[in-house]
């Protein structure tokens, strides 16, 4: 079965640009989350898709926002790009949605943003 | 909200060495997650538990519910488990999704 796979791998963009970032995850999970790490703040939850809808969603200005499609596939999109927004983005997939706690969480590589 | 704390932050160790990581959490949670980093950023999650003690190969990991606290241990260390290991919370019926301890950053000198 094919992991967890994230487009682009690198991307660079200057202030005030928007950027989309796409997480496509294991075939038959429907829960798709999305995480920021930076140095400063280490990991911190964005949010959470299950089935189309958004569950869940972390303490980040309404310029981060994201969806999910019908066929689980799941983008972000950040908006009015700070140099803060330079992180690391990564999503992760499973099988049912977080607060259930009953499954693993399997992570994408991750997209590495610099904002200049 | 959930605080996680971890401990110790950075650890160096020689090979063969026993290790424990632990992590503390505030409040009460559905499940705790233990995820490895390595350089380069990919995450790995090893250990997903609501209750008791889970064995993997050299990893061993366990949580007392009451104490609000877990622990990782992993027995006859070796240079290839340096990485980063981060403890991960998730709050039942909450909307924080997973709450991230810091990390502890470990290192295994052969």
């Known amino acids: 079965k094919a992991g967890v796979t994230q487009t682009p791998r690198y991307l660079i963009k200057t202030r005030g640009q928007q950027v989309t970032l796409s997480c496509s995850p294991i075939s038959g999970h429907r829960s798709v989350s999305w995480y920021q790490q930076t140095p400063g703040q280490g990991l911190q939850f964005l949010f959470e898709?299950?089935?189309?809808?958004?569950?869940n969603k972390g303490n980040f200005p309404g310029r981060f926002s994201g969806r999910q499609f019908s066929n689980s596939r799941s983008e972000m999109n950040v908006s009015t790009l700070e140099l803060g927004d330079s992180a690391l983005y990564l999503c992760?997939?499973?099988?049912?949605?977080?607060?259930?706690?009953?499954?693993?969480?399997?992570f994408g590589p991750g997209t590495r943003l610099l904002v200049l | 909200k959930n605080e996680v704390e971890q401990s110790p932050q950075n650890l160096t160790a020689q090979e063969g060495e026993f290790i424990t990581i632990n992590c503390s959490y505030s409040?009460?949670?559905?499940?705790l997650h233990w995820l490895q980093q390595h350089p380069g950023g990919g995450i790995v999650s090893l250990f997903m538990?609501?209750?008791g003690k889970k064995k993997h190969g050299r990893l061993i990991a366990t949580i007392n519910i009451q104490e609000k606290h877990s622990s990782l241990h992993i027995t006859a260390s070796h240079p290839r488990d340096s990485a980063v290991y981060i403890c991960a919370v998730a709050t039942g019926g909450g909307a924080d999704g997973l709450t991230f301890g810091k990390g502890t950053h470990l290192i295994i000198q052969p």
């Open positions: 898709y299950f089935s189309e809808t958004q569950r």
């Open positions: 992760a997939s499973s099988l049912a949605y977080l607060e259930r706690g009953e499954e693993t969480q399997y």
């Open positions: 409040v009460g949670i559905s499940a």
């Open positions: 538990l609501s209750s």
